[in-house]
């Protein structure tokens, strides 16, 4: 049972650069989540979906480019990257579907750090 | 502002002793809150839940309370280990929030022998 994962674990890349981190769940949980964390701020979610081809805004949106064509994954695209962009990148999912207690509860990856040059 | 809140940035525990981590909602809609515990390198890690038709939860030396009448969260961990070492969330789901969680800044508990 691999759960959450991501990839890459550790990016480097430069101002401009398109880059994608990738997240996988193999639980079929209808919702997916990204945050980003940095000191000071905590986590700040980006953007989520409810199901495949929906989704929608979170806090910091900017800048940032989602999708999800299957239920399993759920990538997230820095179209030109910027310096204000590295940080530590979370993924996380939740069944949501009401039917249990722990139905809302948000599932972690372990983490993308992205640094832009 | 944040809806979340913790009391205090850092907590140091002696081994053995127990810890009370404190969180301050503001949201009296929330109905189900959740504690977090992040390691060094590591994604948040579930630790407990509880929703607001309840006050208290207990799990494996884990304890959370909720006052809905202060609106406030604690979480107790008993005879408090190294491995407790962590930075630790909660988290309050707003009702009818489409399954989004508001977290609190975090309280780093640092555990000394």
């Known amino acids: 049972d691999a759960g959450i994962t991501q990839s890459p674990r550790y990016k480097i890349t430069e101002t401009g650069r398109q880059v994608t981190l990738m997240c996988h769940q193999t639980w079929s949980h209808s919702y997916m989540f990204w945050y980003r964390q940095d000191l000071g701020h905590g986590l700040r979610l980006i953007y989520y979906s409810a199901a495949a081809d929906i989704t929608d805004k979170g806090e910091v949106p900017d800048g940032y480019v989602v999708s999800r064509s299957k239920t399993e994954n759920f990538p997230l695209t820095l179209e030109s990257a910027t310096r204000s962009q590295t940080s530590v990148y979370f993924c996380?999912?939740?069944?949501?579907?009401?039917?249990?207690?722990?139905?809302?509860?948000?599932?972690f990856g372990p983490g993308t750090r992205l640094t832009v040059l | 502002g944040e809806s979340v809140g913790l009391h205090l940035p850092t907590l140091s525990v002696q081994e053995g002793d127990n810890s009370i981590i404190n969180c301050a909602y503001s949201?009296?809609?929330?109905?189900?809150f959740i504690w977090y515990k992040q390691e060094s390198g590591k994604g948040p890690q579930f630790i407990i839940d509880?929703?607001?038709?309840?006050d208290k939860r207990q799990g494996q030396r884990v304890t959370v309370l909720l006052n809905k009448t202060v609106k406030h969260l604690s979480l107790q961990i008993a005879a408090t280990q190294p491995g407790d070492s962590a930075v630790y969330f909660c988290a309050e789901n707003i009702a009818d929030s489409w399954g989004k969680l508001q977290f609190g800044a975090g309280t780093q508990v640092v555990v000394t022998p």
């Open positions: 996380a999912s939740s069944d949501g579907s009401g039917s249990s207690l722990k139905s809302d509860t948000q599932y």
């Open positions: 509880i929703r607001s038709n309840m």
């Open positions: 949201n009296s809609a929330s109905d189900y």
